[in-house]
């Protein structure tokens, strides 16, 4: 079901994306984006009117949609995008869903300076016994309750699809017991090697349980990116309650495991000086580094810094 046009997208055909309040929206490169009515279901927002007007200009016209700049940008300077990679996939049935981006609630382990109570239930706590925030954590309830009727519609998926790929965000996934209890479940079903993975995870966790040394056998393909903004003391300071040593060790146990592995840095005022190091650690791993400079919260921001940008780097390829 493509027009053969420059600007023909397959993500909003096949890929379902959920929201930490537990919405769901379009493609998480295009800006703006649409957002489903808090309390609507999935299968009328799958196939809602403002969903499948969008579709329908992607198939109607030869121009680039204005929401979708960031494919069109990073294709003109790289070749490549998220729309190019989505679509090489088989599927032609834009029925249902053949892929889901899953925010799994907020739990995790560590407090990092980029995050906030959305993404992490530490600081959620500390948060509330600083009295910062009253009440109970409504990320991880809401999730919790709409939780069974959204695996519901996960398993759905390989009713209409041979490949489901599913990509796991927290939170950290990797620490939250709901992501283990689907994926043993997949394992149990025989629904595994037709399961494609994507993990993010902030390296201090493996899941021996699910993703065993002759995974290969299990999942269909493995790809997991492991946030790191720093390497060392330093990195254990913007991420508190992680272990280095640990950290090296999951990032070594997943690079064997899986069939890709990737490093994502957040790039901030609080680390930018610390780039050199993360960028021969990632090269001393054979990893890809990935930096993706953030304007929240905007303290961080490398735009709002008050003094020269030229003294914010600390190697002349930074300047970039």
């Not at 299968?43 to 809602?48: F, I, L, Y």
């Not at 070749?79 to 088989?90: D, E, I, K, M």
């Not at 892929?99 to 995050?115: E, T």
């Not at 056998?217 to 990195?235: E, M, N, R, T």
């Amino acid at each position: 079901m493509s027009n053969g046009k420059t600007p023909f997208c397959k993500v909003p055909f096949l890929i379902a994306f959920t929201q930490s309040d537990n919405r769901f929206r379009d493609c998480c490169v295009k800006h703006p984006k649409l957002y489903s009515d808090h309390g609507q279901s999935f299968d009328k927002w799958w196939h809602s009117e403002r969903l499948n007007a969008f579709r329908q200009r992607l198939l109607d016209s030869d121009e680039w949609p204005t929401e979708c700049g960031r494919c069109q940008v990073r294709e003109q300077q790289e070749g490549h995008s998220f729309r190019t990679a989505v679509n090489q996939w088989p599927q032609t049935n834009y029925d249902y869903p053949a892929s889901w981006h899953i925010r799994f609630g907020n739990i995790c382990n560590l407090g990092c300076w980029i995050c906030d109570e959305k993404s992490s239930t530490v600081i959620f706590q500390h948060k509330k016994r600083a009295g910062i925030i009253q009440g109970n954590d409504t990320i991880e309830q809401g999730f919790q309750h709409t939780w069974p009727q959204l695996k519901s519609q996960v398993l759905e998926s390989y009713q209409h699809h041979d490949t489901v790929t599913l990509t796991m965000l927290g939170g950290e996934p990797l620490v939250n017991a709901t992501v283990i209890e689907l994926l043993t479940e997949l394992i149990e079903l025989g629904l595994a090697h037709r399961t494609r993975l994507e993990f993010h995870t902030n390296g201090t966790q493996y899941p021996h349980k699910v993703l065993p040394s002759q995974h290969r056998k299990v999942w269909q393909h493995v790809c997991v990116f492991v946030s790191l903004d720093a390497v060392g003391p330093y990195a254990e300071w913007l991420r508190y309650g992680c272990s280095w040593p640990q950290v090296n060790a999951v990032v070594d146990a997943l690079t064997k495991a899986c069939d890709y592995c990737e490093i994502h840095c957040t790039l901030t005022v609080l680390n930018i000086s610390q780039l050199t190091a993360l960028q021969e650690y990632a090269q001393s791993k054979h990893l890809k580094l990935v930096i993706t400079p953030t304007d929240t919260p905007q303290f961080m921001a490398l735009k709002h810094w008050d003094s020269d940008l030229a003294s914010l780097a600390v190697n002349p390829s930074h300047t970039q």
